[in-house]
Nanobody
């Protein structure tokens, strides 16, 4: 069973930065795509960013130019660097991984979630 363990998150003022990290507990060759979702109170969970094993990426429009997803296949980790944070970025962020190749839907494996709160 592949498990995803997240770290990072926390509280930051608008304009600040945070970095999320996620480590897969099993051999990552079973996983092709990794990414981050988020869910704000009263809203649906949305895909924030995804990255393939080859480095292709996909971002939701609202974070383009501010967030950067990266991956280290050798270390079985994926990270999300979040800059110029806005209050509307406040949400629980979930690491996700998938055995498929889609950069738009990941649902095979999930982390436990980490809270990001951005104050105005």
């Amino acid at each position: 069973q592949v498990q995803l363990v997240e770290s990072g998150g926390g509280f930051v003022q608008a304009g600040g930065s945070l970095r999320l990290a996620c480590a897969a507990s099993k051999n990552i060759f079973r996983i092709n795509t990794m990414g981050w979702y988020r869910q704000a109170p009263g809203k649906q969970r949305e895909l924030v960013a995804a990255i393939s094993s080859g480095g292709r990426t996909n971002y939701v429009d609202s974070v383009k130019g501010r967030f950067t997803i990266s991956r280290d296949n050798a270390k079985n980790t994926v990270a999300l660097q979040m800059n110029s944070l806005k209050p509307e970025d406040t949400a629980v962020y979930y690491c996700a991984a998938d055995r498929g190749f889609s950069l738009f839907v990941l649902n095979d494996y999930w982390g436990q979630g980490t809270q990001v709160t951005v104050s105005s």
